[in-house]
């Protein structure tokens, strides 16, 4: 049992890391890929708001499994 928690973890923490690293403040989602763009945006919309929302998910999903990890 916990060495299928410990693969969970990894599995979660690499696609934790990814959706951290595909959301870059004030660029939006076209940065990371190679396009400029000068306006700032207030409010997440589209992609950006996916991205935030697995972000969160991801997060929780992490710190459960760590907590589950420590209590088997």
């Known amino acids: 049992m916990s060495f299928i928690l410990n693969i969970i973890q990894i599995v979660l923490s690499i696609l934790l890391i990814i959706t951290i690293l595909l959301q ?9 890929f190679g396009g400029q763009s000068g306006s700032i945006v207030s409010s997440r919309r589209g992609m ?3 991205l935030f929302n697995i972000t969160v998910v991801l997060s929780v999903l992490f710190f459960l499994i760590a ?3 420590l209590v088997v």
């Open 24 to 32: 870059q403040k004030g660029s939006g989602t076209g940065a990371a």
């Open 48 to 50: 950006d708001k996916v």
């Open 67 to 69: 907590i589950l990890n």
